[in-house]
Structure formats: C-alpha cells, structure tokens
C-alpha cells in the first residue's frame, strides 16, 4: 500500500482520503435515519473513489518522482480545488444552499480557519461531523506537509534557524533531493504522525465525554482541539470548567512542535523547558491573563463587586483559557468569559484577542499567525543591539544555533514580518473596496490571515456574520485564508528560479 502511494500524484492521494473521510458521516446519519444526508455522503464517497481508481490505473506507477518544489504546488493548488469535491455532499445535504457559499465553508474549514456562513440548526448533525472531520483532516495536512514540505525548503518557520536559503533548502542537501524524496518524505512523516494525531483526539474525545459533554459534541471539539480549527456545532465547549482544563491542556500541542514530533532530538520535560517557542507560549499565557484580570478587576472596583471571590477567580481563568485559545488560532471562548463581563461591565478587549491570533503558535503545528519562533527571533536580535549600544565591543554568546536566530533567523523573520504587514495593508483596503468599514476590514483581515475565524465574532463591538458579506468580500476572505494558511514566503518560493532548474 506504501508503495503504491509513492507512486501516485500528491493530488490523488489527497482525493482518495477526502473520498474515504465522507463515509463516517454517511454512517452516523444512517444511524439517526437521517437517510438523505446519508445517501450525499455516501454515493460522493463512491464517485470519487471510483476517479481514484481510475485516476490510479491511468498512472499506473508510471507518475515521476518529482522533488519537494511538485508537492508544494500541489499543496498551493489544494486549498483552492479540494474544497470543490469536499463540498459536494456538504451542498446535497443542505438544501437551497449556493455552492459558492459550500466551496468558502470547506475552504474555512480546511485552511482550519473555522468560519462559517451557516446557522448551527440549520445543519443536519452529519454536516457538523463532516465540517469537523475537515477541519481536522486540515491539521494534519499543515502537520506532515510542513516537515516533510516546507522544512526542505526552509519555509514556514524553519528559515529561522535554518543556515540556507529560503526555498533553497531542497536543492543543497543532496540526501533530501536524491535519496528522500516529498513523496518518500510525505508518506514515512504521515506513517509516523497519524498514530499521535488520532491517539491525542481519541484521548481528547473520550475526556470531554467523562466530563459531560454529548459524544457528537465531544468528537467535533476534539477534532476542533487539535487542529485548532475553532469549529463547532453551537456557540463553543459544553463541558464545563472540567473540558476546559482538557482543551487547554490539548492546546499546548500548538505552541511547539517539540511536544509531538521526533524531527528534533532530545525531546522531554528538560527540552521543553528550554524551547523558546513553548518559553514565549507560557510568557505570554502568564502576562496577558493577569492583564485582562486586573483590567476586570478595576472594572469591578467601580461597581463596589471586588470582593466576589468566585467572580473574580472565575474571570482569572476565562482571560487563561481564552488567550491561549486565540494565541494558537483556535478560537475557543472560555464560559467564564462572559461571567467576567458581567462582573466588571467591561466590554470584550478586541485588541487584545487580535494581537494573539497575529502572534500564533508554534512553527509546524496546526496553528496559524506570524509564529512564535519568528518573534523570539525578534526578540534576541532587539536585546542583543541593546547590549552593543551598552558595550559595542561585546560579543554574543550562547552558541553558533542561538547566533544565528539572533543574526540570520531574525532577519528573515523581519523580512516575513514585513510582508505580513503588507498583506495586512492590501487586504484591508481590499475589504474597504467592498463598502465594509474600517473596523470590520480591520479585523476580517487578520481572521483570515491568522486562520482564525471566530475572531470575527468577539473582537469587533458588535459580531460580524460571515452570511452578511458580499460574494467579492468573501472571495477577499478565501484569499487570505489560503495565504495564512501557506505563507507569504512558501509563495514567493515558488517563483525562485533555482527551484524549479533540473
């Protein structure tokens, strides 16, 4: 079987686990007897296996092994064709749906943004598995392709403490290129990969289950929990302060991919410690929380309410749990928040939650935003000409890795920085061109760009619905989502002319 992959396109391997992934939908439908939504799932599930097979006769092993630069096309081009074939029984399902509006909801829930234009009862309880199952299908995408895609290529995050050249990682190191190849490279990272994925949601799931929550609820957080799609049924968790603590404890596999992948040696409790991504995650998660608490609490002062003890412990861990929520781009909102609101009267601080989500999490992880390592890169550059401007004739230490983030690595994270900026700047005035205002621009942009749709809903004064939009400013939306989800730098790679030389 392993074999027969490595000789297929990446592109129909991705149709044939799109074509595998309906059937559990079309299962759980047929055991509520919800026999039409079944059939969708089911007969899309055998006409798109039906192509595999043809598509697999007619290569018949003869497709050539391509390096990485194929795969990161291919990558590209899926996040704007696959959602048209998984939004086939999304649109039979639903009916009087526009399949423009299906091809944005697949989109979202594959670039694991998590925006949606539809109501949850409007939705059969199969098409909120089906959106799910997307969205998680989506993290481990971003998961394997970014270790065995984008680190060859030193993008997305691995130009940081990388020595080469962006997109040019492929063409230096003879071992990846002539002995393992992106197909090789893909399916060995997957083989190793899917065990931990499923067996961290399976674990999630069957937590959020003890602590209450319905199954179906459960198993779309769960796959909304790792893949940091955001994506649920209703209006978030429903399992109490107990699946909250489970949530938050499953987010932390978006601050580093040291928590889960054995492409670095030395991983534990003392690695972690020292990584600089999972230091910046917890700095981060320590400050802004307190920052939030004691903005309420002020709040509360001046309504004579301090001294509600449970008040104020309760809005402690809603600022907690939500600013990791939105720092990995999940979007989750903790019950508590709300009990904070009204403990001090005090409005959602938008601001606050879009910086997060600008931040992101961790390089090669499911999380969206500027990245981690790219800040701390930052970082140690800005502290370090401090200390030149004290001591010019200094020099730097803590090893050749930690020169080169200082030197190299932060200024590639600059120049990606920049370009975030820019493309901050277009889309902003993109949306403008569509009649929205500054505010609504302002923050659909960044919900896109850091694939973290349910921004749109808490970080403006009043909610913005996704099913208000234009068709243009929806198009604008999908644009960025894709451009979050892959990186300014993966695209402008691949118009580097060395990449594409034999």
């Given at each position: 079987?392993r074999?027969?992959?490595?000789?297929?396109?990446?592109?129909?391997?991705l149709?044939?686990?799109?074509?595998?992934?309906?059937?559990?939908?079309?299962?759980?439908?047929?055991?509520?007897?919800?026999?039409?939504?079944?059939?969708a799932?089911?007969y899309?599930?055998?006409?798109?296996?039906?192509?595999?097979?043809?598509?697999?006769?007619?290569?018949?092993?003869?497709?050539?092994?391509?390096?990485?630069?194929?795969?990161?096309?291919?990558?590209?081009?899926?996040?704007?064709?696959?959602?048209?074939?998984?939004?086939?029984?999304?649109?039979?399902?639903?009916?009087?749906?526009?399949?423009?509006?299906?091809?944005?909801?697949?989109?979202?829930?594959?670039?694991?943004?998590?925006?949606?234009?539809?109501?949850?009862?409007?939705?059969?309880?199969?098409?909120?598995?089906?959106?799910?199952?997307?969205?998680?299908?989506?993290?481990?995408?971003?998961?394997?392709?970014?270790?065995?895609?984008?680190?060859?290529l030193?993008?997305?995050?691995?130009e940081?403490?990388?020595?080469?050249?962006?997109?040019?990682?492929?063409?230096?190191?003879?071992?990846?290129?002539?002995?393992?190849?992106?197909s090789?490279?893909?399916?060995?990272?997957?083989?190793?990969?899917?065990?931990?994925?499923?067996g961290?949601?399976?674990?999630?799931?069957?937590?959020?289950?003890?602590?209450?929550?319905?199954?179906?609820?459960?198993?779309?957080?769960?796959?909304?929990?790792?893949?940091t799609?955001?994506?649920?049924?209703?209006?978030?968790?429903?399992?109490?302060?107990?699946?909250?603590?489970?949530?938050?404890?499953?987010?932390?596999?978006?601050?580093?991919?040291?928590?889960?992948?054995?492409?670095?040696?030395?991983?534990?409790?003392?690695?972690?410690?020292?990584?600089?991504?999972?230091?910046?995650?917890?700095?981060?998660?320590?400050?802004?929380?307190?920052?939030?608490?004691?903005?309420?609490?002020?709040?509360?002062?001046?309504?004579?309410?301090?001294?509600?003890?449970?008040?104020?412990l309760?809005?402690?861990?809603?600022?907690?749990?939500?600013?990791?929520?939105?720092?990995?781009?999940?979007?989750?909102?903790?019950?508590?928040?709300?009990?904070?609101?009204?403990w001090?009267?005090?409005?959602?601080?938008?601001?606050?939650?879009?910086?997060?989500?600008?931040?992101?999490?961790?390089?090669?992880?499911?999380?969206?935003?500027?990245?981690?390592?790219?800040?701390?890169?930052?970082?140690?550059?800005?502290?370090?000409?401090?200390?030149?401007?004290?001591?010019?004739?200094?020099?730097?230490?803590?090893?050749?890795?930690?020169?080169?983030?200082?030197r190299?690595?932060?200024?590639?994270?600059?120049?990606?920085?920049?370009?975030?900026?820019?493309?901050?700047?277009?889309?902003?005035?993109?949306?403008?061109?569509?009649?929205?205002?500054?505010?609504?621009?302002?923050?659909?942009?960044?919900?896109?760009?850091?694939?973290?749709?349910?921004?749109?809903?808490?970080?403006?004064?009043?909610?913005?619905?996704?099913?208000?939009?234009?068709?243009?400013?929806?198009?604008?939306?999908?644009?960025?989502?894709?451009?979050?989800?892959?990186?300014?730098?993966?695209?402008?790679?691949?118009?580097?002319?060395?990449?594409?030389?034999?």
């Amino acid at each position: 079987m392993r074999r027969l992959f490595s000789r297929l396109p990446f592109a129909v391997i991705l149709i044939a686990l799109g074509a595998v992934a309906m059937l559990p939908p079309a299962i759980h439908a047929f055991s509520l007897r919800d026999y039409d939504t079944a059939r969708a799932f089911f007969y899309s599930a055998i006409l798109f296996l039906l192509l595999f097979a043809l598509l697999s006769v007619a290569f018949g092993g003869r497709f050539p092994q391509k390096r990485v630069r194929s795969h990161l096309v291919t990558l590209a081009a899926a996040y704007v064709l696959l959602p048209v074939m998984l939004a086939v029984p999304f649109h039979e399902s639903v009916p009087a749906t526009r399949f423009f509006g299906v091809w944005f909801e697949m989109a979202s829930c594959l670039t694991t943004t998590g925006a949606t234009l539809f109501a949850p009862e409007r939705l059969p309880e199969a098409v909120h598995l089906w959106r799910a199952i997307v969205g998680w299908l989506g993290g481990f995408l971003t998961w394997v392709t970014a270790i065995a895609i984008l680190a060859p290529l030193n993008l997305g995050g691995f130009e940081v403490v990388s020595g080469e050249e962006v997109g040019e990682g492929a063409a230096t190191v003879t071992q990846i290129t002539r002995v393992a190849d992106g197909s090789e490279r893909l399916l060995r990272f997957s083989w190793h990969l899917a065990p931990v994925y499923f067996g961290l949601t399976l674990a999630l799931w069957i937590g959020l289950i003890m602590a209450g929550a319905e199954p179906l609820n459960a198993v779309i957080h769960a796959m909304s929990t790792l893949a940091t799609s955001g994506i649920s049924p209703g209006e978030g968790p429903e399992s109490g302060l107990v699946g909250e603590a489970l949530i938050f404890g499953f987010l932390i596999f978006a601050v580093s991919r040291m928590t889960f992948s054995g492409d670095v040696a030395g991983r534990g409790p003392r690695r972690l410690r020292k990584d600089p991504e999972m230091q910046m995650g917890a700095i981060i998660v320590a400050l802004v929380p307190l920052f939030l608490f004691l903005r309420h609490w002020a709040g509360a002062y001046d309504v004579a309410d301090e001294s509600n003890i449970a008040a104020g412990l309760g809005a402690l861990w809603g600022a907690v749990f939500t600013t990791l929520s939105f720092l990995t781009t999940t979007g989750f909102v903790s019950e508590a928040w709300d009990t904070a609101r009204d403990w001090s009267g005090l409005p959602t601080p938008g601001l606050v939650l879009m910086g997060l989500s600008l931040i992101g999490g961790g390089v090669a992880t499911t999380a969206g935003g500027v990245k981690l390592l790219r800040i701390y890169a930052l970082y140690k550059h800005g502290v370090r000409e401090m200390e030149r401007l004290v001591h010019p004739n200094s020099v730097g230490g803590a090893g050749t890795a930690a020169r080169r983030i200082r030197r190299k690595g932060a200024y590639v994270a600059w120049i990606f920085f920049m370009l975030f900026a820019i493309s901050i700047a277009l889309s902003m005035g993109a949306f403008a061109l569509t009649g929205l205002s500054f505010e609504a621009s302002t923050v659909l942009t960044i919900a896109a760009l850091s694939t973290t749709g349910p921004l749109a809903e808490v970080a403006a004064a009043a909610p913005i619905v996704y099913a208000d939009l234009t068709d243009a400013a929806l198009a604008i939306f999908a644009a960025g989502m894709v451009l979050g989800r892959l990186e300014t730098l993966a695209l402008i790679a691949l118009f580097n002319p060395d990449l594409w030389r034999s």
